[in-house]
Nanobody, 117 residues
Framework: QVQLVVSGGGLVQPGGSLRLSCAAS????????MGWYRQVPGKERELLAS???????TYADSVKGRFIISRDNVKNTVYLQMNSLEPEDTAVYYC???????????WGKGTLVTVSS
């Protein structure tokens, strides 16, 4: 069983930066995709960025050029560097691991990011 521990949320002023981390414990088998999502009340969870075990990345238009996803395969950790934060980025952020073998998906507990002056 894979467990994901998320850290790094908090309060930041507009224009500021935060880095989220998501560490996976347990064994992830084979090719996998790690991703970051966010959700605000009343809206669906939104995929922000993903990165494959080979390092290929994708970004949602809403964060492209501002957020950077990266991963450390030795530490089984995925990061989200968030720059130029805007009040509209306020949300609960989640990480996800999609293990292609067996089509297994794991979620971490969300972390609240608040962008406000």
């Amino acid at each position: 069983q894979v467990q994901l521990v998320v850290s790094g949320g908090g309060l930041v002023q507009p224009g500021g930066s935060l880095r989220l981390s998501c560490a996976a414990s347990g064994t992830i088998f084979g090719i996998n995709i790690m991703g970051w999502y966010r959700q605000v009340p009343g809206k669906e969870r939104e995929l922000l960025a993903s990165i494959t075990s080979g390092g290929s990345t994708t970004y949602a238009d809403s964060v492209k050029g501002r957020f950077i996803i990266s991963r450390d395969n030795v530490k089984n950790t995925v990061y989200l560097q968030m720059n130029s934060l805007e009040p509209e980025d306020t949300a609960v952020y989640y990480c996800n691991v999609h293990q292609l073998y067996g089509d297994m998906r794991y979620w971490g507990k969300g972390t609240l990011v608040t962008v406000s002056s």
